[in-house]
T-cell receptor, first 114, second 114 residues
Framework: AQSVTQPDIHITVSEGASLELRCNYS??????LFWYVQSPGQGLQLLLK??????LVQGIKGFEAEFKRSQSSFNLRKPSVHWSDAAEYFC????????????FGGGTRVLVKP | NAGVTQTPKFQVLKTGQSMTLQCAQD?????MSWYRQDPGMGLRLIHY???????DQGEVPNGYNVSRSTTEDFPLRLLSAAPSQTSVYFC?????????????FGQGTRLTVV
């Protein structure tokens, strides 16, 4: 069975500082990996996704993530955080072999200080 | 494109009442799913479908029924609502083919059971 762990429930970061959100997954084969963002009261928006190839993936809003197979990780990064990045972030793992089921982590809530 | 349309956006039920959450997609995706979102627990899969006439249970199926009579529609039924089903519900439609899978989410239904 696939699973996802996001170790940090909350992260507070100053505006302009860098941000890194951790994601560890468990899946027997090569997974599809995703990061979604959810603003308060809103649905989920896809930030980026990894399927194969280059392990450093660029997404929208200046985010990037790096797939590290040896560490079963897919951490999300942003060099300089803006106040509008305050939201909840979800990592997800899926696989076509698993019927395209997506399994989500518990989420990390990001607070941005002025 | 409408994408995934989910109704209603808000609902209050009394314990024991029944209701159906509607979900429709216009992207001709085979795979659709229902999630519930609770604080600190991320999104948990309730039921999913890999095509018309085919449904299966996810992680937390108890208390919910689904059917998939058409590719477009995937309603979620609560037969006898309980306070534990107070949550935010998201419908997702997944498509894109091999190597380009992406989940598209509805805007969510905030359900309160009193």
């Amino acid at each position: 069975a696939q699973s996802v762990t996001q170790p940090d429930i909350h992260i507070t970061v100053s505006e302009g500082a860098s941000l890194e959100l951790r994601c560890n997954y468990s899946y027997g084969a090569t997974p599809y990996l995703f990061w979604y963002v959810q603003s308060p009261g809103q649905g989920l928006q896809l930030l980026l996704k990894y399927f194969s190839g280059d392990t450093l993936v660029q997404g929208i809003k200046g985010f990037e993530a790096e797939f590290k197979r040896s560490q079963s990780s897919f951490n999300l990064r942003k060099p300089s955080v803006h106040w509008s990045d305050a939201a909840e972030y979800f990592c997800a793992v899926g696989a076509r072999a698993a019927g395209n089921k997506l399994t989500f982590g518990g989420g990390t809530r990001v607070l941005v200080k002025p | 494109n409408a994408g995934v349309t989910q109704t209603p956006k808000f609902q209050v039920l009394k314990t024991g009442q029944s209701m159906t959450l509607q979900c429709a997609q216009d992207m001709n995706h085979e795979y659709m799913s229902w999630y519930r979102q609770d604080p600190g627990m991320g999104l948990r899969l309730i039921h999913y479908s890999v095509g018309a006439g085919i449904t299966d249970q996810g992680e937390v199926p108890n208390g919910y029924n689904v059917s998939r009579s058409t590719t477009e529609d995937f309603p979620l039924r609560l037969l006898s609502a309980a306070p534990s089903q107070t949550s935010v519900y998201f419908c997702a439609s997944i498509g894109g083919g091999a190597g380009n899978t992406e989940a598209f989410f509805g805007q969510g239904t905030r359900l309160t059971v009193v």
